[in-house]
């Protein structure tokens, strides 16, 4: 078996104390923190339940006092139901006409974009027309000025 030296012995007891009073501070140190965590937990808890029971009157007064507002019938707010009973009955009467005006407005937006679609149709069918007639007349040689030449003839004569 192996015989230590006397100067190691005192060198791992004391490697061992140091290593228990640190252990010892450590576990002091968590107690103390643990202690801390504890107190503000409390404190925090008893914030909470004030802010709560705050919350809590807040909301009843002004469920009292809307309830008040909401059963007392004064003139003020007889009059502002009048009103409103008035400017629904406006509506009522004015929606349908204005609905019919947008109805309006809509078709003849319609009417001016199929009057558009039939005259670019028209003006492609003369295009055609006149590229038809511009081969068969020049011998199927293509010639632009010609062609816009006859196509302008052409829906100025239709």
Not at 129 to 152: I, N, P, Q, S, Y
Request: hydrophobic residues 40%; proline residues 1%.
């Amino acid at each position: 078996m192996w015989r230590l030296k006397p100067n190691m012995c005192k060198r791992i007891a004391l490697r061992e104390a140091t290593a228990a009073e640190f252990s010892a501070v450590a576990l002091q140190s968590y107690k103390q923190k643990m202690k801390s965590l504890r107190s503000s937990a409390i404190s925090a808890g008893k914030r909470n339940e004030e802010f709560v029971r705050s919350l809590r009157a807040t909301q009843k007064q002004v469920h009292e006092t809307s309830f008040r507002l909401k059963n007392d019938q004064s003139t003020s707010n007889a009059l502002l139901e009048q009103e409103k009973t008035r400017y629904h009955r406006k509506i009522e009467q004015i929606y349908p006409a204005w609905q019919e005006q947008l109805q309006r407005l809509r078709v003849q937006v319609l009417r001016e974009l199929e009057d558009k679609k039939r005259a670019v149709e028209r003006r492609r069918y003369l295009a055609k027309k006149v590229r038809m007639l511009a081969a068969h007349w020049t011998g199927l040689k293509f010639d632009f000025v010609l062609c816009e030449r006859l196509t302008l003839l052409l829906s100025i004569w239709m």
